[in-house]
Each structure stands twice: as C-alpha cells, then as structure tokens.
C-alpha cells in the first residue's frame, strides 16, 4: 500500500532533500510551503523523475490554527510520516528584534509543529506505525545571545520530541528530533546580517547530507540525531563547561561570524 508523507518548509533546502528522500521511496506526498513559485518546482521536478502524486498546500506555517486548516484540506488523510521542518532564523539583541517576525517564529516552531504533531499521532497510534521527525537544531542545546527566541524555539522542539517519543515506546509510532549544525541552505542568507560578510562557513555541512542522516535517524526511530561527529561534540559541550560559561562561548560565536 502507498504510504503518504506530509512535509513542511518543502519548497528549499533540508525540506526539498527530505521530500525527495521520500519521493525515491515511493511515498505520496504532501508538501507544505509559503514559497509557491518554489513549491511548484519541487512538484514538477518529483513528477518528472518519480511519476508520484504530489499534492502541494501553499500556507502560512505562523499562522494560527494552520495546523487544523492543513488537516482539513486533505479530510483527515491518514499520515505514515510527518516532517515539521519549516523554520527560520532572525539575529539581533532582543530588545532591538522586531516582534512580529519573532511572533511568527514562536508561532511556527512551537504551535504549528505541536499542533501537527497532535493531529496527527491519535491515527498513527491507532494504527501502530508511524513516523515524526521534527527539524530542531544544534542550538537546541544551549542558550544563544543574539538569536534568542530561534535558539529557545529550538531547544523546545528537542524537549518536546524527546519527552513524546519516550511516551510514546511500544505504540510503533517514534519521533525524532534532527539537530543540524550550520548546513547550506537559504537559511544561512537569513540569520546573517549581511550574507557577505556572513563568516559561517566551518564546520558546513551539506543540505543533501544532513537530509539523509535525519531520513535514515528517523527511519530507525532515534529520538535525536545530530549528524556530523565535531556537532555530536559540540552538543555534549555545555554539559562539561558552567552554564554562564557555555552562553558566554555561544555569544562569541555569534559575533565573530558576523564581525567585518
Ligand atoms: N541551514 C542551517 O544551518 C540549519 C541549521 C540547523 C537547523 N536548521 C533548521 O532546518 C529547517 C529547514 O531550514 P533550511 O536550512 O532548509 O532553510 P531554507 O532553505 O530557508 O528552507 C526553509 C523553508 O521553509 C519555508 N518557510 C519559512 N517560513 C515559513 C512559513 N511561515 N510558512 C511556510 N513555509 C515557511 C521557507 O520559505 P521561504 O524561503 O519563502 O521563507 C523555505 O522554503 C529549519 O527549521 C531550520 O531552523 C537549519
């Protein structure tokens, strides 16, 4: 029987790597995004080279109760796997951050994943097989000046998969929280103030890669994975160094990848 996937943040990046990871193994795909001139490529690219049914939804993933609207749209279609992996980032002091984009990210990292998450796990759990990978970050492990609210999203998403996917042993539903490090993407444009002088480039990885090790993590049922053994380091970091000691570091970086 075709399996259906529902991806979100599809149109670029590790959502595009992951929908065609998907699309190789044959899945039905529902792809979510709010770019649709790149949502449409992406379908027309799967069409041609897979020959699969692609449904593209072009929405607002901040937007309240999208998660709800998605659901209705495809009437409650079943969903074997669950992708939450649209997100942005936004650097800058938090008192000089425009609240609105930062509403936006709090409503998409957190409600829009949460929701989703909901929505779909009571059917998985019924049916005993499931798969949800939500896409957190590295920066889900410690605090991070000058990009605060991505970094304090971040780190619910691993807090939250982490605690439903230990709920949820024994049911064949299993949850998996991706934490990249820096990896190739449009992403990085957006948290540089300006992209050249963006100094980011050590320790980058590539969107194909970092796709295929949260595919595969997520195929075995890891609660997390963090790809790349310097990021698997860097993650265990704050443990061995005081709190204030491992915000401080964070800060640096911070401001060293964007000095000019
Ligand atoms: N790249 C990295 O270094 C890195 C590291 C750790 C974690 N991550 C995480 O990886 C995930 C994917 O990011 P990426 O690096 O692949 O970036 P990306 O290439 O910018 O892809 C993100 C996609 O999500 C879409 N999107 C953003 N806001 C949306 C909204 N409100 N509603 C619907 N779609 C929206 C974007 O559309 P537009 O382009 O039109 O906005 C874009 O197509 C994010 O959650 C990010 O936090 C990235």
């Given at each position: 029987?075709?399996?259906?996937?529902?991806?979100?943040?599809?149109?670029?990046?590790?959502?595009?790597?992951?929908?065609?990871?998907?699309?190789?193994?044959?899945?039905k795909?529902i792809?979510?995004?709010?770019?649709e001139?790149?949502?449409?490529?992406v379908?027309?690219e799967?069409?041609?080279?897979?020959?699969?049914?692609?449904?593209?939804?072009?929405?607002?993933?901040?937007?309240p109760?999208?998660?709800?609207?998605?659901?209705?749209?495809?009437?409650n279609?079943?969903?074997?796997?669950?992708?939450?992996?649209?997100?942005?980032?936004?650097?800058?002091?938090?008192v000089?951050?425009?609240?609105?984009?930062?509403?936006?990210?709090?409503?998409?990292?957190?409600?829009t994943?949460?929701?989703?998450?909901?929505?779909?796990?009571?059917?998985?759990?019924?049916?005993?097989?499931?798969?949800?990978?939500?896409?957190?970050?590295?920066?889900?492990?410690?605090?991070?000046?000058?990009?605060?609210?991505?970094?304090?999203?971040?780190?619910y998403?691993?807090?939250?998969?982490e605690?439903?996917?230990?709920?949820?042993?024994?049911t064949?539903?299993?949850?998996?929280?991706?934490?990249?490090?820096?990896?190739?993407?449009?992403?990085?444009?957006?948290?540089?103030?300006?992209?050249?002088?963006?100094?980011?480039?050590?320790?980058?990885?590539?969107a194909?890669?970092?796709?295929?090790?949260?595919?595969?993590?997520?195929?075995?049922?890891?609660?997390?994975?963090?790809?790349?053994?310097?990021?698997?380091?860097?993650?265990?970091l704050?443990?061995?160094?005081?709190?204030?000691?491992?915000?401080?570091?964070?800060?640096?970086?911070?401001?060293k990848?964007?000095?000019?």
């Amino acid at each position: 029987m075709i399996k259906t996937a529902l991806v979100t943040g599809a149109a670029s990046g590790l959502g595009y790597e992951l929908a065609m990871l998907l699309a190789n193994d044959g899945y039905k795909l529902i792809l979510v995004d709010i770019d649709e001139l790149g949502l449409a490529k992406v379908k027309a690219e799967i069409a041609d080279k897979f020959n699969l049914e692609v449904i593209t939804l072009i929405r607002d993933l901040s937007a309240p109760n999208v998660a709800q609207d998605i659901i209705d749209t495809i009437s409650n279609e079943p969903i074997d796997v669950l992708i939450n992996n649209a997100g942005f980032g936004l650097f800058g002091s938090f008192v000089e951050t425009e609240w609105e984009r930062e509403s936006e990210m709090l409503h998409l990292h957190i409600l829009t994943t949460t929701h989703l998450t909901k929505l779909v796990l009571e059917s998985m759990v019924q049916r005993g097989s499931g798969r949800i990978l939500n896409v957190s970050s590295l920066a889900a492990f410690q605090p991070g000046p000058l990009m605060a609210i991505y970094y304090a999203s971040k780190g619910y998403m691993l807090s939250f998969s982490e605690a439903i996917a230990n709920e949820l042993k024994g049911t064949g539903v299993t949850v998996t929280a991706l934490c990249p490090g820096p990896t190739k993407t449009d992403f990085q444009k957006t948290v540089a103030e300006d992209s050249s002088n963006n100094k980011i480039t050590f320790n980058m990885a590539s969107a194909k890669a970092v796709a295929l090790y949260g595919y595969n993590s997520m195929l075995k049922g890891k609660a997390y994975a963090i790809p790349g053994k310097f990021n698997k380091f860097l993650a265990v970091l704050p443990r061995l160094v005081t709190r204030n000691a491992a915000t401080f570091i964070v800060r640096k970086i911070q401001e060293k990848n964007r000095e000019k």
